[in-house]
């Protein structure tokens, strides 16, 4: 029979893995390797797309390129699936590192970067048409005019990069507001570790979600206690552990005295001497 505490075993890999420079050199190598595996799956993607584009504004009897072999596609499908490994590496070798309970975002905007600078290399190098606005055919000579679908993929080169700069902005915005929100979370953990109010908390109920081990599994966490004045709060917060059992004194929370109510002012830790990221905000 296994006697060992599924909390205290996840606890113990989460102390191992925090600060540790094997994980941090993983969590470099592979967000280093992201843009560039991102980079070859763009040039697939713009493969992939020249090829519809090419269909829709000329014959299927026009055979430029057909002499090149398809070594591009080939690569950039591999770049592709090597950057989705990277970045799933990358964003959990950083987890690992800080130790903290919440996925880093920043490996997708890299991802985003190689991926519209592999489009947009590619997108240079696409054939042109052999007339602008219509068909030519080369072997019987029955010539068809552009329609919608022809013009507007005759404009991808332009569109396509276009698109994938934006989303890459995008992505780049997103990752920034998330790292700010984190940052102010340290900022006013450090605050109420200062000024505010550390108190022992209750765990009185554990829902789990996945299996230990697993990179997404965790557990929602309800906490109670006792604020100053002798009134009980409950909060709720998503725990990284999912072998944590109910109890009393299981917990700590970290709140601010003049507003124990405030759920965006109380912090849960739920590991003994927390750091700065052990503490879980609201949601």
Not at 248 to 267: C, I
Request: hydrophobic share 45%.
């Amino acid at each position: 029979m296994n006697t060992v505490d599924p909390a205290r075993s996840s606890h113990g890999r989460v102390e191992r893995r925090r600060g540790n420079p094997v994980v941090l050199a993983v969590a470099v190598i592979a967000s280093l390797a992201i843009p560039v595996l991102g980079y070859l799956g763009g040039t697939g993607i713009g493969e992939l797309v020249e090829q519809y584009r090419t269909k829709a504004i000329d014959s299927v009897f026009d055979d430029r390129g057909d002499e090149v072999p398809p070594f591009q596609a080939m690569w950039g499908t591999f770049g592709f699936i090597g950057c989705i490994l990277a970045a799933n590496l990358a964003a959990g070798a950083a987890r690992w590192y800080r130790g903290g309970a919440s996925t880093p975002v920043f490996p997708v905007a890299l991802a985003f970067a190689g991926n519209t600078a592999g489009v947009w290399v590619s997108s240079r190098e696409w054939l042109p048409p052999l007339a602008v606005g219509a068909q030519i055919d080369p072997v019987f000579h029955r010539d068809e005019k552009w329609g919608l679908w022809a013009w507007t993929m005759y404009y991808a080169d332009r569109w396509v990069p276009a698109t994938m700069i934006v989303m890459t902005v995008v992505a780049v915005l997103v990752t920034y507001r998330i790292a700010r929100r984190r940052a102010n979370v340290v900022r006013d953990v450090k605050r109420l570790l200062a000024h505010g109010r550390r108190v022992p908390a209750d765990v009185v109920e554990v829902k789990p979600s996945g299996s230990p081990g697993e990179p997404d599994s965790h557990a929602i966490v309800t906490v109670s206690f006792v604020d100053p004045a002798g009134f009980r709060h409950r909060v709720t917060r998503r725990a990284p552990e999912t072998g944590m059992t109910t109890g009393a004194g299981l917990a700590e929370v970290l709140f601010d005295p003049a507003r124990p109510t405030h759920e965006k002012s109380v912090y849960v830790a739920f590991r003994r001497d927390p750091a700065l990221v052990d503490w879980l905000p609201a949601d």
